[in-house]
């Protein structure tokens, strides 16, 4: 089977193309340009793979491009987005192009040059502030950020292709993602980097709650979502059903490095108030039921996992994360 992973080179679409190639499938990977031609995270997998890995340099904003991806491919996995909450303030217009034009321009390929199954992958930012928690798949959406904003236009869009042409779309919203390969802004991270170097944590603010979810199981309910029959028209949450403080977080951090964390509190971290998500708590039960998938790896190991490999890594100056 050939597979098309948009977004391929970044942090979880990495995982995702080596668990594709694990499986036995072909892979078309679809890295944004540069003159570089790097293929970001899939630079090690690209040495060892050969034939059965095959790299499309472009852009989502051109349609062209995307049409070229997606021909030949019998499952397309959507990921490729601007993703930086704190950047899409400053540049919304980006989002709006990238994630909602980028996001029509992979449906429009898939209805033009058929495929078995699209899987476009959302977040879970799309709920906003909880207003009841476990969220489930029913829970009004709310966006509170540009970016929030694009992905909810991206999923309706996709929604109205299955409604509407009947292309087999899958929602998939999985809630925080951590892992190796993820930038250093996120916020585990971030902790983790810091606590590696000393015990000072520099973070915004400590109180929102998150359900976090390790990158292997994320893949997983990408992977479980590509082959159920009963998936298609349907949007389904990725989560763990247990949520976490960001105090709580370092706290638990600075136990899996051996460290007791003093945490600094810094002003220029912080969201715009209105624009803070407060909690985020996934109500999974759906993607049990429909696919068959639950989470296996819990936050400890994650992240002591996590930690392992920034241990390894040639880690940046002090200050890049920041």
């Known amino acids: 089977m050939k597979v098309l992973v948009t977004g391929a080179g970044g942090f979880i679409g990495s995982h995702l193309v080596e668990a594709l190639l694990a499986a036995g499938a072909t892979v078309r990977a679809f890295v ?5 031609r790097s293929p970001g995270n899939l630079a090690a997998v690209a040495a060892r793979e050969g034939e059965r890995l095959e790299f499309c340099y472009g852009d989502l904003r051109d349609a062209t491009a995307v049409e070229r991806a997606v021909a030949g491919c019998r499952v397309v996995f959507h990921l490729g987005a601007l993703i930086s909450i704190p950047y899409s303030y400053q540049n919304p217009e ?11 321009h992979v449906l429009e390929a898939c209805r033009k040059s058929p495929v078995d199954r699209l899987i476009i992958v959302s977040t879970s930012e799309v709920y906003g502030s909880a207003r009841y928690v476990p969220i489930d798949e029913d829970h009004p959406l709310k966006a ?19 409604r509407s042409f009947g292309l087999p779309v899958v929602i998939l919203r999985p809630f925080n993602t951590y892992g190796p ?5 996120a916020v585990i991270p971030q902790v983790l980097v810091q606590l590696l170097r000393g015990p000072e944590v520099r973070l915004g603010n400590l109180t929102p709650r998150r359900d976090f979810l390790y990158v ?13 029959p009963t998936a298609v028209g349907e949007t389904i949450n990725l989560g763990t059903g247990r949520d ?6 370092v706290e638990l951090a600075g136990e899996v490095v051996g460290r007791r964390p003093r945490i600094v509190k810094e002003e220029e971290r912080m969201r715009p108030p209105t624009s803070e998500v407060t909690r985020l708590l996934a109500d999974a039960r759906k993607a049990a039921r429909v696919l068959g998938w639950r989470p296996q790896v819990d936050l400890r190991e994650g992240l002591r996992l996590t930690a392992a490999w920034l241990a390894g890594c040639h880690l940046p100056e002090e200050g890049y994360w920041i």
């Open 216 to 228: 292997h199981d994320t893949v997983a309910g990408f992977m479980a979502a590509a082959i159920c």
């Open 244 to 249: 976490i403080s960001v105090a709580e977080l």
């Open 181 to 185: 390969r993820q930038s250093l802004r």
């Open 144 to 162: 509170q950020s540009p970016y929030a904003a694009s992905k909810i236009a991206a999923e309706k869009l996709g929604e109205s292709y299955w």
């Open 94 to 104: 980006a989002y709006l192009e990238t994630n909602l034009r980028g996001t029509f």
């Open 32 to 36: 944004r340009y540069s003159s570089q």
